[in-house]
């Protein structure tokens, strides 16, 4: 069957509201052309699509039962076109990116900011998600591309090892050991810990690394941010192991929260990007892995805070 795109897009406008006048008026086409085209779709098709509703247009059953076909269709045909300027254009596309809070401060706005210096016709499509190792990989599909810390358990994605993001123990600022540089764990074993709640990645590393060093930690408070982390320390409420600040980062600023070497031996975690093995990546989003695996190669990344 030989369908006018142009008539199945006026018949989804029409059928969100728009009027054929408006339709006329956006397309630059008479009211009569639309009209015309809308009724040879609906002599196609076999039934009406739209009935009169005094001056607006309302769709029919079968223009209902039709609707969400129609949508999906064009979505579909709108991507296939996207693609294909792509291929031709890869500064003219769309990178979604999926990361964890905790590299949002840094490492993100330094890789789209260095990025976009030489793309700046790219856009990004940006989204948070947990450190939590059994979560779906790729913010389930939504995102191309994931900035974070934990190894999905999926083989229908690859991982790269970006750098080894060193860990820190944050203390109060008038905590008696905030004047030492390097602190290990079993000092603090007494001491109340703050905490990410125990799915998170961080969180399970953090307890491997208390066991490791003889103790188990009397978490007082499990949060599911590292702000919230951050922010019960500099009440004195505990101590937690944190990601070191990096140069820049909000962290980073002298405040009432330190950030202390870590003895123990394993006090780092990773920094992974992951992407799909099983869809090719369009130009646009494979320019910027490209550039963020040549930005990590050359030791290019923000570097840890003094």
Not at 68 to 82: F, R, S, V
Not at 169 to 188: D, K, S, T, W
Request: one cysteine or more.
């Amino acid at each position: 069957m030989d369908m006018d795109t142009d008539a199945l897009r006026w018949l989804q406008q029409v059928s969100d509201g728009t009027t054929v006048t408006e339709v006329s008026d956006l397309e630059s086409v008479t009211q009569s052309g639309v009209s015309r085209a809308l009724a040879r779709l609906e002599a196609q098709i076999g039934t009406p699509l739209l009935r009169r509703s005094g001056r607006t247009l309302r769709m029919t059953h079968a223009g209902a039962v039709f609707k969400p076909h129609l949508d999906a269709l064009l979505h579909n045909l709108d991507d296939g076109i996207a693609a294909v300027n792509q291929l031709l254009d890869p500064d003219s596309g769309t990178v979604a990116l999926a990361f964890q809070q905790s590299l949002g401060t840094w490492l993100v706005p330094d890789l789209a900011r260095s990025f976009r210096a030489a793309h700046p016709g790219v856009r990004f499509r940006l989204t948070q998600v947990r450190d939590e190792p059994d979560s779906v990989a790729l913010d389930d599909g939504n995102a191309d591309l994931e900035l974070g810390s934990r190894r999905p358990p999926d083989a229908a994605v690859h991982t790269r090892l970006l750098a080894l993001e060193p860990l820190r123990l944050a203390l109060p600022r008038e905590h008696p050991l905030a004047g030492r540089r390097r602190i290990g764990l079993a000092e603090v074993a007494g001491e109340p810990f703050i905490s990410l709640r125990s799915a998170s990645a961080l969180r399970r590393q953090t307890d491997d690394l208390c066991e490791q060093a003889g103790f188990r930690p009397a978490v007082i408070f499990e949060g599911d941010d590292l702000s919230n982390v951050r922010g019960f320390v500099a009440a004195g409420l505990g101590v937690a192991v944190v990601p070191a600040p990096r140069a820049g980062s909000p962290e980073a600023v002298s405040g009432p929260v330190v950030y202390r070497e870590i003895l123990d031996q394993g006090a780092v975690r990773e920094i992974l990007l992951t992407w799909s093995a099983e869809r090719r990546l369009l130009p646009a989003t494979d320019l910027f892995r490209r550039h963020v695996i040549r930005r990590a190669a050359t030791g290019r990344l923000p570097a840890v805070s003094a």
